[in-house]
């Protein structure tokens, strides 16, 4: 089974402060995504990584940075979180041998206060 | 440029009742289609995908979807609801093809399953 792992659950972060979500995967995926889930819009891209180091900008991604020094981990960095930035974090990784499924981390829900 | 659409935001059922969620997509091309479920407090989970072989695909937990080309949908179905279905459910498109990396999501429908 895939594994996709999100290192938090539940964050609480104050307005100003820099905030990183971490994702690990355990499957070898090259391509690995963050997206934010809000009621009533689904889940937008963020941003998404196709290779160690490379990054492409999803749908929405001014506020928010990536990093990917190695396969297996794939980093979302708030430089300067803000209230607007309240969501739940979804990470996932993509099979490119199997259709294109994604896999996907429980997720992270953070509160910018 | 390729778009799903999901007719419905909530959806209710009576236990045992017919599920019918429905998605309707925009794309210039026959894409790849999926349904994915998000139970309370998880991640998405696929249910099944349609990846230009059989037109109606067969998922897990019962659950099927039918491809029709002529009315660009892929509407997900389950003969009998069980309430362990309530869910939200996300319809997503991606262009064929491995070099393809975006999925395009829908909105969700969320599933409620009446005793």
């Known amino acids: 089974d895939v594994k996709v792992t999100q290192s938090s659950r539940y964050l609480v972060k104050r307005t100003g402060e820099k905030v990183f979500l971490e994702c690990v995967q355990d499957m070898d995926h090259e391509n690995m995504f963050w997206y934010r889930q809000d009621p009533g819009l689904g889940l937008r891209l963020i941003y998404f990584s196709y290779d160690v180091k490379m990054k492409e900008k999803g749908d929405i991604p001014e506020g928010y940075s990536v990093s990917r020094e190695k396969k297996e981990r794939f980093s979302l960095i708030l430089e300067s979180a803000s209230t607007n930035q309240t969501s739940m974090y979804l990470c996932a990784t993509r099979d490119s041998l199997a259709k294109n499924i994604q896999y996907f981390g429980a997720g992270t829900r953070l509160s910018v206060l | 440029a390729q778009s799903v659409t999901q007719l419905g935001s909530h959806v209710s059922v009576s236990e045992g009742a017919l599920v019918l969620l429905r998605c309707n997509y925009s794309s210039s091309v026959p894409p790849y289609l999926f349904w994915y479920v998000q139970y309370p407090n998880q991640g998405l989970q696929l249910l099944l995908k349609?990846?230009?072989?059989?037109?109606l695909v067969k998922g897990i937990n019962g659950f099927e979807a039918e491809f029709k080309k002529s009315e660009t949908s892929f509407h997900l179905t389950k003969p009998s609801a069980h309430m362990s279905d309530a869910a939200e459910y996300f319809c997503?498109?991606?262009?064929?093809?491995?070099?393809?990396?975006?999925?395009?999501f829908g909105k969700g429908t969320k599933l409620s399953v009446i005793p």
């Open positions: 349609y990846t230009s072989a059989a037109t």
């Open positions: 997503a498109v991606c262009p064929p093809g491995a070099g393809s990396y975006q999925l395009t």
